[in-house]
């Protein structure tokens, strides 16, 4: 016969069990017409990510709470095209009041709070446009979390969390929350854009993160090379796709070894003081 002191210790612990549990999601960043081979803002080789990808989620599918597909998504004069600002140079300063509304042309705001620099690219996935749909060779499942991005016609997004300004977030931080998750392994395009401001901010939330190098592409080698030192630098997990394997039972042994000292601990804080 179990004591109930035992059977009280035991549910604690089986509960324990649950939240320490580490849970991981693969986010894949922008695999859309628009930036692969023959779209308008077409990544170098960006088609070769979609095989890695595939493979990352069916070879790890039991290990993976969810599965989160980004997609920029913009109005058709969207500010940042440069179709949207003849004659101007291809990066542009954009000026922004407190509350993160676009000063005009005339810079009649009362107060400028913000000064960012803003790139200007073809126009490209544009609501509803068959640019802006997933690649048909990405595997896609109803269970797959999509955010849309880029869709305030007067400000970039090149975080799947944040627009370029940080005024609003989009409701991806908060799903994360919801499913428990505390890693994250990030793949899709554009290796220096989407992928890089989408992995400074997970990381500054405090997302154990990791990028899969080889699952993602630059638009220009430069900016890669600068942006993946930049993410080193900030404690960001380089990876390259064998290495998932080792990265998933790393971080499922790490919640093995936080439950076995948990359990030791309450185990002989509960049983040795209250059920003797
Ligand atoms: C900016 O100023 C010019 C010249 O004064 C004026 O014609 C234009 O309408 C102004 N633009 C806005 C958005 O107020
Ligand atoms: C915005 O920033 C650019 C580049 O740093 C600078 O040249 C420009 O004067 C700034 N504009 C305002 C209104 O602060
Ligand atoms: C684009 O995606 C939408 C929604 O998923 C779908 O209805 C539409 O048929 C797709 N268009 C093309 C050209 O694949
Ligand atoms: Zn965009």
């Not at 922004?96 to 913000?114: M, P, Q």
Request: proline content about 3%; glycine content about 6%; overall charge negative.
């Amino acid at each position: 016969m179990i004591s109930p002191c035992w059977l009280s210790a035991l549910t604690f612990i089986l509960l324990l069990d649950l939240t320490c549990a580490r849970q991981i999601a693969l986010l894949i960043i922008d695999v859309q017409n628009c930036f692969l081979p023959g779209g308008s803002l077409a990544v170098t080789e960006g088609d070769q990510v979609i095989p890695l990808i595939n493979n990352i989620r069916s070879e790890f599918k039991a290990d993976l709470s969810l599965v989160v597909l980004s997609q920029d998504w913009h109005c058709s004069d969207h500010i940042s095209f440069a179709s949207q600002h003849k004659g101007a140079s291809k990066v542009i300063q954009l000026l922004y009041d407190k509350s993160g509304s676009l000063c005009d042309e005339n810079n009649s705001c009362t107060e400028v709070a913000y000064n960012l620099t803003q790139h200007l690219w073809p126009d490209h996935c544009v609501i509803n446009t068959p640019s802006a749909n997933f690649s048909h060779n990405l595997v896609h499942e109803p269970s797959d979390l999509v955010v849309r991005k880029g869709y305030n016609c007067k400000v970039d997004s090149y975080s799947a969390f944040y627009d370029n300004g940080g005024f609003r977030h989009t409701e991806l931080h908060d799903k994360l929350q919801e499913a428990g998750i505390d890693a994250l392994i990030i793949t899709g395009l554009a290796r220096d854009y989407c992928v890089y401001y989408t992995a400074m901010d997970a990381k500054k939330l405090g997302y154990e993160t990791y990028v899969v190098l080889d699952a993602t592409r630059p638009v220009t080698k430069a900016t890669g090379d600068s942006t993946v030192a930049d993410m080193k630098i900030k404690g960001i997990q380089i990876i390259e796709s064998p290495d998932v394997a080792g990265v998933i039972v790393q971080l499922t042994s790490d919640a093995n070894y936080l439950h076995s000292t948990f359990i030791l601990m309450i185990s002989i804080i509960l049983c040795f003081f209250k059920c003797l």
